[in-house]
């Protein structure tokens, strides 16, 4: 653990890369969020630029700085080892070492959901929460994160769960970006949400859902279209938790 008291935390996703500085007692951005659009492709190179345009305009380019960042994909060892909504290139890719010499500086490197997760823990809903607690993060894709007694279980892809007759994975039918796509209301997209959480409670019996991105900030629109036997909330952070979660993580 550092003696750092603010640290800055990078959310790269499918269609924008956030950052912003982290008050790292309190989980508040001390800056403005900063966002650029995902580079179209989403290549390493292109990737890294646009990163460095986000950091250039938060203003902080001190090492002294603890620096996190976030990612859509699993994230094992610094490598991606898989690449939801970006490109293909990422798979099997050190990602960590290439941001760390590109970036000319260390930097803490984890799956985008992991950290969205661990912001709520510290900061947000799942914080002195007991059990299971899974987040899910409602965007461009569904990411999760799986706490167990406020420790981190990583990697775990449940945004990928297939249905029977349904063409392709549970998000590609049930993220916010399907909702959009589709130009769906709250009350036509909630039974996608509900045959999601449904599955997750007959799997796993979660003691909290916590939902997370975006839509979260219209959670009253569409938590109560949910018949759930678990809890299920939205996010304290809503699309900030990936910033403050990276930024966290980056300073322990």
């Not at 929460?129 to 993060?137: A, F, I, P, Q, S």
């Not at 949400?193 to 939902?211: A, G, K, R, T």
């Not at 279209?225 to 930024?247: C, E, M, Q, Y």
Request: proline fraction near 4%; include cysteine; glycine fraction near 12%.
């Amino acid at each position: 653990m550092t003696n750092a008291t603010r640290a800055v935390g990078v959310d790269i996703g499918g269609t924008g890369i956030k950052g912003a500085l982290v008050d790292l007692e309190s989980g508040q951005l001390l800056t403005k969020r900063i966002k650029v659009p995902t580079p179209k492709g989403a290549e390493p190179d292109d990737v890294l630029a646009a990163v460095k345009i986000v950091l250039e305009t938060i203003g902080v380019t001190d090492d002294d700085v603890p620096l996190g960042v976030a990612f859509p994909a699993i994230v094992k060892r610094g490598r991606t080892m898989s690449a939801a909504n970006v490109a293909k290139t990422w798979i099997g890719f050190d990602a960590e070492t290439f941001f760390e010499e590109g970036l000319g500086r260390e930097i803490h490197f984890a799956n985008d959901a992991d950290v969205a997760g661990v912001a709520e823990q510290r900061y947000g809903a799942a914080r002195d929460v007991e059990g299971l607690v899974m987040l899910t993060t409602l965007g461009t894709g569904i990411g999760t994160a799986l706490l167990h007694d406020g420790r981190l279980i990583p990697n775990c892809e449940l945004g990928h769960l297939e249905k029977s007759g349904l063409e392709g994975d549970a998000e590609r039918w049930a993220a916010y970006s399907a909702m959009e796509r589709e130009e769906l209301s709250f009350a036509d997209w909630a039974p996608r949400l509900q045959w999601y959480y449904s599955h997750l409670e007959f799997l796993l019996s979660p003691d909290l859902f916590i939902v997370g991105g975006g839509v979260s900030k219209h959670a009253d629109k569409f938590l109560p279209l949910l018949d759930l036997k678990t809890p299920i909330v939205p996010a304290v952070h809503r699309n900030n938790a990936g910033i403050i979660g990276a930024a966290a993580l980056s300073a322990s």
